[in-house]
């Protein structure tokens, strides 16, 4: 299945810890990857509310 090794791969890409240690420029990139993080953890919640599991109570819910 292609798509479950796309999916792997953008989560060992983004789904990781996004924080970075250090001052101002470390703030800027830790919410950069948690923006990162923020889309591969609305697609898995997608894919599990696919699956029959309710969504989490802080997952956006998409409109329609």
């Known amino acids: 299945a292609e798509g479950a090794q796309v999916f792997d791969e953008l989560v060992a890409r983004f789904g990781g810890n996004p924080y970075v ?4 420029e470390a703030d800027r990139e830790t919410a950069y ?19 029959g599991a309710e969504p989490e109570s802080d997952e956006p819910q998409p409109a329609g």
Request: glycine share 18%; proline share 0%.
């Open 21 to 24: 240690r250090g001052g101002q």
């Open 33 to 51: 990857r948690a923006g990162q993080n923020r889309v591969v953890q609305f697609i898995l919640g997608r894919i599990n509310q696919a699956h």
